[in-house]
């Protein structure tokens, strides 16, 4: 097969990608294009740099590899420059590029997909009262694949950017769990219109349906439900854990419903989680509960559940611990909304090497091996 007929690299699609940012600068006073620092900062937070300082001495050390996918005619911009720009360039162009990126690298990869916020909890600035970041982020957990983000307002919530997120992604054909703060209605119409299912928990925040499925489930006839149990032991505790699905739900908002109530679309399957614990002397017993407009089976729903709760572990925790996401301190302008879209373009990339490292350490390796680093952009888009 010739070359022009495979899929370009990661790293082309990425190039192509940056160049189409509209730089609102004007052209005569442009002496470090924005491709080619957007370029160089992925590159090197790709390469175990969590800051500018670092970002620009990697570069300088580098220049030779930079040099071979972009000019770079007068070099690296300084720090205080650098920060500047990053501070200065509008996060909803740079999410957008992204995401097109994401769509076009990893097309059909959105089969389960969660939906969850993190708070970066340092890049608060209390004296222009300005409070700290939160982006609610679209993951793909079977492929491990962040999809998109969407800044929270500070006087707004996720249930306000969530419906924009939806929009924003091909969820064709997957099952999108979010938590129980996403379990209206409105979200679940949003999903279904996004050609997807939904997976949604149900807690207090809705009292009323939330004490039904807890009183179905109390008194369920066995027949009635389809079950799977799953156990997992590890460092002195032992977690077994009960899945229920029941298709029986032609009950729910029925005539005790107010009058134009609305109810959850396509609504197909009620089903519970019965968690118990033991830890030593020590033994807790939790039920937790959901709907979804897919007719799961047992088994689907247990791994969708349990995948949900990679959001956490593949992403939240890796961009706190291994990309010190929690620790950095930006706070001018828009550099904390950016700089995380730019972690989630490395956290792409790394996660793709063909290898079993963790990632900590390919980006310990990619900062010192550029054959390494360009291993991992330079991998087809499919």
């Not at 300082?53 to 990697?58: A, P, R, S």
């Not at 700290?132 to 707004?156: I, R």
């Not at 005539?255 to 030593?280: C, K, S, Y």
């Amino acid at each position: 097969m010739d070359d022009w007929s495979l899929p370009k690299p990661r790293l082309a699609l990425l190039l192509d990608h940056f160049a189409r940012i509209e730089d609102v600068r004007e052209p005569w006073r442009v002496v470090y294009p924005l491709s080619e620092v957007l370029f160089l900062v992925v590159c090197a937070t790709v390469a175990n740099c969590d800051d500018y300082e670092d970002i620009v001495d990697w570069g300088e050390a580098n220049l030779d590899f930079l040099r071979g996918f972009a000019e770079f005619y007068h070099g690296l911009p300084c720090v205080d420059w650098l920060r500047s720009l990053m501070n200065r360039l509008d996060p909803d162009l740079f999410s957008s590029c992204f995401r097109a990126w994401v769509a076009e690298c990893w097309p059909g990869r959105a089969d389960l997909v969660a939906i969850d916020g993190k708070t970066s909890r340092r890049s608060h600035d209390r004296k222009a009262g300005k409070g700290a970041l939160h982006l609610v982020s679209a993951f793909a957990t079977n492929s491990k694949l962040v999809l998109g983000q969407e800044a929270v307002d500070a006087k707004e919530n996720e249930i306000v950017v969530i419906p924009t997120l939806l929009k924003q992604l091909d969820l064709e054909d997957a099952l999108v769990s979010i938590d129980a703060i996403a379990c209206n209605p409105t979200i679940a119409a949003g999903i279904i219109e996004a050609g997807a299912d939904y997976l949604l928990s149900v807690k207090e925040n809705q009292p009323t349906l939330h004490a039904e499925v807890e009183s179905y489930f109390a008194t369920a006839p066995e027949q009635e439900l389809i079950t799977v149990q799953t156990l997992d032991k590890a460092h002195g505790r032992l977690e077994i854990r009960d899945h229920k699905v029941s298709k029986s739900i032609d009950w729910i908002g029925s005539d005790r419903a107010f009058p134009g109530a609305r109810r959850f679309p396509n609504l197909a399957v009620i089903a519970m989680v019965e968690a118990q614990t033991e830890r030593r002397d020590k033994t807790s017993l939790e039920r937790r509960y959901y709907i979804s407009s897919r007719t799961l089976s047992a088994e689907d729903f247990a791994q969708a559940v349990r995948s949900h709760w990679a959001i956490e572990n593949s992403l939240h925790w890796v961009l706190d611990v291994t990309f010190k996401e929690d620790l950095s301190r930006l706070r001018a302008g828009h550099g904390a909304r950016n700089m995380a879209v730019v972690r989630h373009f490395a956290l792409n990339l790394v996660r793709q090497a063909n290898d079993k490292r963790a990632i900590k350490r390919r980006r310990k390796v990619a900062s010192w091996n550029p054959q390494y680093l360009l291993e991992m952009l330079n991998l087809r888009s499919r």
